[in-house]
């Protein structure tokens, strides 16, 4: 079975998690080329929207649901919603990259877990320029 992906519809939990890392990377990549957006790096893209997903997916073990529910009951589609908390973890890990040493790799994820939680459609537009 070819797993499926559309960034507007919630992935099942369990058919996600089910799937081998590789076959979400390759659904998000097909997905994209369905519907196409102009991408840097399409793989980098993907493997973003795949750690989202996949925190999604864990319910709540993670804040990532609960926040790309709340980002949805302020406007956003799911897909920009998925947007929004990659452009948190994608910063923190720009962060790293750039300094391992820095304090930001400290407890990195219960920092970037608090941050999503406070994600709102206004953070997201005024912290990552976006403004469509």
Known sequence: MILRYNALETPDPRDWLDADESERLDAVIRHHKVEPEELPNEHMHASIHVVVENQ????????????????????LDRHDAVHAVGAVLSAYLWSIMRDPNESVAENWSEKYFDEVRELTVEKWYEEFGDDD
């Open 56 to 75: 999604f997916a864990l319910g709540n073990e993670t804040p990532v649901a609960a926040a790309i529910q709340r980002l949805m009951s302020e406007g």
